[in-house]
Structures are given as C-alpha cells and as structure tokens.
C-alpha cells in the first residue's frame, strides 16, 4: 500500500527555471492538499483540491499552480523559481467521510539557487 | 500573530519521562485538534485527532483540549527513545482545507 507518493526527493533549481512536483496517491482520496514547511514557520497551505477539478488557494499561493485532472494525481508547478520558494515541500490526501485526517507524503526537499 | 504558537524546544528527557507538550491558539472558532509525529527528512503522520474540547487517550499518549483556555496539550507516558521526533499540532475550523499548525516541538528522549 504505497499511499501518498511524492517526486522528486530532491531537487536543486536555478532561480527563473520552472519544474513540476508530482504528487500521487491510491487511497481514492477527495481531498488534497500541497504544504511547505519552513524553519520555525510549520506547515503551510499553498493550495488544495477537494477534487478531480477543483483546486483553490490556501496560504501561501503564490508562484505556485497546481492543477488536478485525475483523483489520484495532484501536480505543483513552480513557474520561475526564487531562492524564497527553497523549502520542504509536502503533499498530502483526505477521504471525505474523514476531512481532517490528512495522509502525507515524504516530502520534497527543493534548493533554489 | 500566528494562528497557533508552539515552543520549538528542543525538550530533552530521560527514557521513562511524563512529556508534556502544547500550543496555544487564537480563533475560538478552531473545533478540530490534531497531534502528528514529524521523523527527521519524513512526512508528519497523524497521532491524536480530537474534536472541541475533553481529552482522548491512545495508548501512552493523551490529548487534551481546553477551548475555554485556548490551549491543547499531548501527554506521552513513559516516553521511549523511539518518541524523539517533531510534533506538531494543528487546527481547524469546520472544513479540511484550512488546517493551520504549529512550528512543531522538537522531542529528544534519551536512553
């Protein structure tokens, strides 16, 4: 049972490149959601899906997209990579009969230089 | 202000220690209450879920939730060094999207 699966684990990016963080799962999960953590600032939101289709923005959206075409698949794209965009990046699934409980990946580590 | 506010430790114990952990919030309206565990370089996994106020209790660890007080604490008994990790807490209000949590409280239980 693989549940949340994120990739890359790593990345290092030059400022101004663009790439994709891929998010997935097999859990038939509704809800997803992409996070970022930070030194001393927690988890927070950047955006989240309550489905195939629906996205909206959480906390922190910008420089981000995500778009969601499948219920399994949930991608985060960074349109023009800056130094402040280096962080741990989490991608993370909920059932709909249990919202708040939130299934996570391993995360992303990404360096923007 | 920050939504939610937890001491970054880093808290140090002895195997065996009562451990006591917290965060204080600001919105009245938070109703849902979660504890997750954070390993080094993994993803956070859920430990205590609880809703309004009361406690709940899962083994070694208790929940508890003081709505009145703005406050929430996890309690681990005889702690292990198998608990040293992150924990966070978060909140939310009445929907999934907008969980908001805490910096995390570094945990080091030594043998």
């Known amino acids: 049972n693989a549940g949340v699966t994120q990739t890359p684990k790593f990345q290092v990016l030059k400022t101004g490149q663009s790439m994709t963080l891929q998010c997935a799962q097999d859990?038939?999960?509704?809800?997803m959601s992409w996070y970022r953590q930070d030194p001393g600032m927690g988890l927070r939101l950047i955006h989240y899906?309550?489905?195939?289709?629906?996205?909206d923005q959480g906390e922190v959206p910008n420089g981000y997209n995500v778009s969601r075409s499948t219920t399994e698949d949930f991608p985060l794209r960074l349109l023009s990579a800056a130094p402040s965009q280096t962080s741990v990046y989490f991608c993370?699934?909920?059932?709909?009969?249990?919202?708040?409980?939130?299934?996570f990946g391993a995360g992303t580590r990404l360096s923007v230089l | 202000q920050k939504e939610v506010e937890q001491d970054p430790g880093p808290l140090s114990v002895p195997e065996g220690a009562i451990v006591s952990l917290n965060c204080t919030y600001s919105?009245?309206?938070?109703?849902?209450f979660m504890w997750y565990r954070q390993y080094s370089r993994k993803g956070p996994e859920l430990l205590m879920y609880?809703?309004?106020?009361g406690n709940k209790e899962d083994g070694r660890f208790t929940a508890q939730v003081d709505k009145s007080s703005k406050y929430i604490s996890l309690f681990i008994r005889d702690s292990q060094p198998s608990d040293s990790a992150t924990y966070l807490c978060?909140?939310?209000?009445?929907?999934?999207?907008?969980?908001?949590f805490g910096s995390g409280t570094k945990l080091n239980v030594k043998p």
């Open positions: 993370a699934s909920s059932s709909g009969q249990s919202k708040n409980i939130q299934y």
């Open positions: 609880t809703y309004s106020s």
């Open positions: 859990m038939n999960h509704e809800y």
């Open positions: 978060a909140m939310s209000v009445n929907n999934f999207n907008k969980f908001y």
């Open positions: 919105n009245s309206a938070f109703q849902y």
């Open positions: 899906s309550v489905g195939a289709g629906i996205t």
